[in-house]
C-alpha cells in the first residue's frame, strides 16, 4: 500500500470520523476540514485539523498549496430530507454550490481524485427493488437533488478536467466504532435507531411509528441499513481502485437486505433489554415505504462485504455508543 494524503471535507461529522479514523488505521496521512456546524472537534484525533467552510476558496488554496493532498472525500453536506423541502435553497447552496467551489479549488490546484458521499435520495421512489446503479434517478425532495446535481456537475468536471471520482451512494447509515470512541451525535436527532435508543435511555417517554399503513409486510417503512465502518472501508476501496487508474464511476452502499421499523425497534428491545414503547404516528412527507441496494456492483468490482450484515449487530454498537455517551460528545 502506497500511503496517501487525504482531505476529509466534513471529517468531523459521522460518516466522516469514521472514515478518518479508518485511513488513520490504514497508515495514511489524514486532515481534516469542518467548519462544525454539525460536527464535533472531538470526534477527531491523530490528524491536522482545520475549521473552515468547505466554499472557502482561500482557505482551500492555502491547504491545496501547502499539503500535496492525493484525494479528497466529502462529507459535508445538510442531509435531512424534510429539512430540505423547507429549507431547499440551504441544500443548494451546501449541497452543490459550495461543493462546486471545493472542486474547482481541486481543478486548480491539480487534485486529481474525489470520492463524494451521495444518497440512496437520488433514486427518488424505486420502481423496482434491489436498486440498481442504472435505475432512473428521480429524486422526490431538494436533498436528493442536491446531491445529484453534484453526481451530474462532477461527470462535466471529469470530461474537462480529467477529475476522477466515485459516487458512493448510501441506504440508511447507522451504528458507530466498536471502540466505542466515536458514534452518531445529530442535534436534533432525527434518524431511526439513534432515537429508538434515545427511548431504552430514558430520553425520550417513546419512539414514534411514522405510518403504519405502508404497502410493505407489517406496514411500516422499509430500510436497509450499512454500518458506518462498512462505509468507511468501502471508502479505501473505492480509492485505491482510482489510484490504480480506474474511471468514473457510482456504487450503491446497502447491505441488500431491508428492515421495517417494527423489526428495527423489536432488535433494539432485545439488545437494550428495555421495552421501548412505540406509537403509530402519520407518514413522514417524502418517505419512500421500501430503499433496499443492490450492492452486487461494489461486491463485484471491489470485493467489498460488510462485516456487519445485520442489524443486531449493527444496533449493538450503535447502543454501546450511545449507552456510554449518553448525551453524545456532550460527554
Ligand atoms: N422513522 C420513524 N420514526 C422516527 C424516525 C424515523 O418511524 O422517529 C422512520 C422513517 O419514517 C423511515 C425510517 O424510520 O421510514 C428510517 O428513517 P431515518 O430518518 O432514520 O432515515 P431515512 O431513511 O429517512 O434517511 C436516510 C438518510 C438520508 C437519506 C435517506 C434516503 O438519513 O440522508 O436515507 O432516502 F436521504
Known sequence: MIMQTYLIVGGAGY???????????????????DNLEKGHRQAVHGC???????????????I????????VMHFAAYALVGESVEQPLDYYDNNTGRTTRLLQAMVDHGVGRF?????????GEPGRIPIMEDYPTLPTNPYGRSKLFIEQILRDADAAHGLRYTALRYFNAAGADPSGEIGEDHDPESHLIPIVLQVALGQREHVAIFG???DTPDGTCVRDYVHVNDLAQAHILADQRLQGGGTSTVY?????NGYSVKEIIDISRKVTGHPIPAVAAPRRPGDPARLIASSRKIRAELGWRPQFGDPTSIIRTAWNWHRDHPHGYGN
Open 15 to 33: 460518516i466522516g470520523s469514521h472514515v478518518v479514523r479508518a485511513l488513520l488505521a490504514s497508515g495514511h496521512e489524514v486532515l481534516v476540514l
Open 252 to 256: 450503491n452502499l446497502g447491505c441488500e
Open 115 to 123: 470520492i463524494f458521499s451521495s444518497t440512496a435520495a437520488t433514486y
Open 64 to 71: 491545496f498549496s501547502r499539503h500535496g493532498v492525493d484525494c
Open 48 to 62: 491536522e485539523f482545520f475549521q473552515g467552510d468547505l466554499g472557502d476558496r482561500d482557505l482551500l488554496g492555502r
Open 212 to 214: 403504519t399503513d405502508w
